[in-house]
């Protein structure tokens, strides 16, 4: 096969995989804003309970009508993501305020481990620090790679594998992942993965503007 026909092959995948990952982001979008309004008219829940879903939702319905087409809404989806990851690890390390503080969902590491064992309550307790060690290592390093745009593409499939997991965690533990958008985020992050992500990042300082994606 010609260095031609391998080009165009590659693109073809990458077209694909694009048109799968929109229709499954639509999908999700639509499910998270029906399940966002019947749980404000019944519970009608403090804002801090809802505080991901409710921010997201919307961005993510931005990515999703304009399919990507638009750099800084999908620039906008990579930072979020990484303001996610990065406000969740400097949580459980305490920097946002001790434990029960308002806004506060840890305070430290020990309340992190204890919320690890009971998302993942099929796990065995003796692998329970460990996955919580884990988990902040990638959260921490996919937050600072989503946030500096390194890596745009890598990163974003990175963090559409690691919240697909937490998301499916969640639901095999009996919680709901739908407050936290967490599947949203996952799906959201795969198809920034397939589109131009790179604006405000380090990828677009560093390559030349011949190889940008138009």
Not at 26 to 42: D, G, H, N
Not at 140 to 148: A, C, E, N, Y
Not at 165 to 192: D, E
Request: net charge positive; charged share 10%; glycine share 6%.
């Amino acid at each position: 096969m010609s260095a031609d026909a391998l080009v165009a092959a590659a693109e073809d995948r990458i077209v694909r995989t694009r048109r799968v990952a929109f229709i499954a982001l639509r999908a999700m979008v639509a499910l998270q804003i029906v399940w966002l309004i019947s749980y404000c008219f019944r519970e009608h829940p403090a804002f801090s309970s809802i505080y991901y879903a409710a921010v997201f939702t919307p961005i993510a319905a931005a990515l999703a009508l304009t399919s990507g087409r638009v750099r800084w809404i999908a620039t906008l989806t990579r930072i979020v993501i990484g303001i996610a990851f990065f406000e969740n690890v400097i949580d459980r390390l305490g920097f946002l305020g001790p434990p029960g503080a308002p806004g506060v969902s840890w305070g430290d590491f020990h309340h992190f481990i204890a919320y690890t064992a009971v998302v993942n309550a099929f796990a065995p307790a003796a692998i329970i620090p460990a996955l919580a060690v884990v988990a902040t290592l990638f959260e921490g390093t996919f937050g600072v790679t989503m946030l500096l745009g390194v890596r745009v593409r890598l990163a974003s499939i990175g963090s559409a594998l690691l919240l697909f997991t937490f998301a499916t965690a969640m639901i095999l533990s009996g919680i709901s992942q739908l407050p936290y958008a967490v599947y949203l985020m996952s799906i959201a992050a795969w198809s920034i993965a397939t589109i131009d992500a790179s604006a405000l990042s380090i990828d677009a300082l560093v390559r030349s503007p011949s190889v940008q994606i138009a």
